[in-house]
């Protein structure tokens, strides 16, 4: 049975900074590229990152790109995301999503269940 | 970079037939995806490559794609369906996952 297990949201203060993980289980982690999908509260779906197979291609939404950072270890099936600077407005959920195939180019078939990060003094 | 539009909200009385739609540039080019989420849970993919189920969703689900909109169709809706849909797609031009804004669908 596939598995994401995302960890490490909180409570943090605006400029502040923290890191974000997905534990994967049930699949061959390595062979997946990987995503991270945010909803801030009461909001649709945003894309944040994605991340291939290797860990040698990355992507980020635009606005985002620049505090956050998105990486991978395959050796231990665990997807990050490092968030800096935070801002109010990055209040969310944040998902971890998998790919079908080895780059980000298609859909997620599988999602965790979600950590919520709230950026606030 | 690439825009997705959706109506914000559907209603449909229970038995009847949903249609919601998803509205991009030549959106028939590329493949859409859509996903289902109530509240306090992740998103679950519902139809995939813009007509194909996954294993698990029930055939009433069913999508298509052509021209400037893709369409998610609920036939027979059940109470049970009432729910955000979300459409996405992969824009290659700027290697970027891309969301519609999301459809409440609300059942009568």
């Known amino acids: 049975e596939v598995q994401l297990l995302e960890s490490g949201g909180g409570l943090v203060q605006p400029g502040g900074s923290l890191g974000l993980s997905c534990a994967a289980s049930?699949?061959?982690?390595?062979?997946?590229?990987m995503s991270w999908v945010r909803q801030a509260p009461g909001k649709g779906l945003e894309w944040v990152s994605s991340?291939?197979?290797?860990?040698?291609?990355?992507y980020y939404t635009d606005s985002l790109k620049g505090r956050f950072t998105i990486s991978r270890d395959n050796s231990k099936d665990t997807l990050y995301l490092h968030v800096n600077s935070l801002r109010a407005e990055d209040t969310a959920v944040y998902y971890c999503?998998?790919?079908?195939?080895?780059?980000?180019?298609?859909?997620?078939?599988?999602w965790g269940q979600g950590t919520l990060v709230t950026v606030s003094s | 970079s690439y825009v997705l539009i959706q109506a914000p909200s559907v209603s449909v009385a229970p038995g009847q037939t949903a249609r919601i739609t998803c509205g991009g540039n030549?959106?028939?080019?590329?493949?859409v995806h859509w996903y289902q989420q109530t509240p306090g849970q992740a998103p679950v993919l519902v139809i995939y490559?813009?007509?194909d189920r996954p294993s698990g969703i029930p055939e009433r689900f069913s999508g298509s794609n052509s021209g400037n909109t893709a369409t998610l169709t609920i036939s027979r809706v059940e109470a049970g369906d009432e729910a955000d849909y979300y459409c996405?797609?992969?824009?290659?031009?700027?290697?970027?996952?891309?969301f519609g804004g999301g459809t409440k669908l609300t059942v009568l």
């Open positions: 999503a998998k790919d079908i195939v080895l780059l980000p180019s298609a859909y997620f078939d599988y």
């Open positions: 049930g699949f061959t982690f390595s062979s997946y590229a």
């Open positions: 991340i291939s197979a290797t860990g040698g291609t990355t």
């Open positions: 030549n959106i028939g080019s590329k493949s």
């Open positions: 490559y813009d007509s």
């Open positions: 996405q797609v992969w824009d290659s031009s700027s290697d970027h996952v891309v």
